[in-house]
């Protein structure tokens, strides 16, 4: 499971990447998500994630 959400946290932050990085169209409006927020977070969360598989494995990561 946790492997999963890693995949999805990934995707999500090279999505949000790749939106965030386009160059804006006033003809089609304005962008209402906050593409590098999202993406911060997703990588975030990515971290997170990783750091809990690691303890899964067995590596104390804390004191």
Do not use: C, D, E
């Not at 946290?9 to 804006?24: E, H, K, N, S, Y």
């Not at 003809?27 to 593409?35: E, F, S, T, W």
């Amino acid at each position: 499971m946790t492997l999963g959400l890693i995949a999805a946290a990934v995707a999500i932050a090279l999505l949000a990447g790749w939106r965030g990085a386009q160059p804006p169209n006033p003809l089609k409006g304005v962008r209402m998500a906050p593409h590098r927020l999202i993406m911060v977070t997703a990588a975030a969360a990515a971290l997170i994630l990783l750091v809990h598989l690691v303890n899964l494995l067995g590596v104390t990561t804390g004191r």
